[in-house]
């Protein structure tokens, strides 16, 4: 009988894991459908760019892309955001991260990315941090304070760098 009930559970659990993973695809799918819709109201906007520049050219006139293309350039951030988006969503889907380099996806373990070999950085799992001894948020909180007072003197530094060489120009 046990051998029968361990194969019920098993039998069950495949079922539940095809079922997630059955979701997880058309969902999948439809991000994608959604990523090529922007790409190609992406085109179409390229296309009328296209045409206001031709037209300044026939009429003579200099174009201005503050003033001229401020709403078509405007669309293409929000299309292009939300493309960024749906990719990121697929990826926790998929259970992939992108390469930092030239966006393949890989498995969450990987070091280097297959297709171009760059070292990838290490990913923070979020859900453990959670999960530890609630003593060490202490010690916690004070390094990444530490880090950031860090990274913000390396900001600094950035920019007295680019105002010394703006000077110099
Ligand atoms: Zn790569």
Same mark, same amino acid.
């Given at each position: 009988?046990?051998?029968?009930?361990?194969?019920?559970?098993?039998?069950?659990?495949?079922?539940?894991?095809?079922?997630?993973?059955?979701?997880?695809?058309?969902?999948?799918?439809?991000?994608?459908?959604?990523?090529?819709?922007?790409?190609?109201?992406?085109?179409?906007?390229?296309?009328?760019?296209?045409k206001k520049?031709?037209?300044?050219?026939?009429?003579?006139?200099?174009?201005?892309?503050?003033?001229?293309?401020?709403?078509? !350039?405007? %669309?293409?951030?929000?299309?292009?955001? &939300? =493309?960024e988006e749906?990719?990121?969503?697929?990826? +926790?889907?998929? $259970? *992939?991260?992108?390469?930092?380099?030239?966006?393949?996806?890989?498995?969450?373990?990987?070091?280097? !990315?297959? %297709?171009?070999?760059?070292?990838?950085? &290490? =990913?923070?799992e979020e859900?453990?941090?959670?999960? +530890?001894?609630? $003593? *060490?948020?202490?010690?916690?909180?004070?390094?990444?304070?530490?880090?950031?007072?860090?990274?913000?003197?390396?900001?600094?530094?950035?920019?007295?760098?680019?105002?010394?060489?703006?000077?110099?120009?």
């Amino acid at each position: 009988m046990e051998f029968f009930d361990k194969l019920t559970k098993k039998a069950s659990e495949t079922y539940k894991g095809a079922a997630e993973k059955t979701g997880k695809l058309a969902r999948e799918a439809k991000l994608k459908i959604k990523i090529n819709e922007n790409k190609s109201k992406i085109n179409d906007i390229y296309e009328e760019i296209g045409k206001k520049v031709y037209q300044k050219h026939t009429s003579n006139e200099d174009i201005c892309i503050k003033k001229d293309l401020e709403d078509e !350039c405007g %669309k293409i951030d929000v299309l292009s955001a &939300e =493309i960024e988006e749906y990719h990121k969503e697929i990826l +926790e889907l998929s $259970n *992939e991260k992108a390469c930092v380099n030239c966006g393949e996806h890989m498995g969450l373990d990987a070091k280097f !990315c297959p %297709k171009c070999g760059k070292e990838q950085p &290490e =990913i923070k799992e979020e859900p453990a941090k959670e999960v +530890e001894v609630i $003593n *060490e948020n202490v010690s916690e909180e004070s390094s990444s304070e530490e880090y950031n007072e860090e990274s913000k003197e390396e900001c600094n530094t950035e920019e007295g760098n680019t105002e010394e060489s703006n000077n110099q120009e």
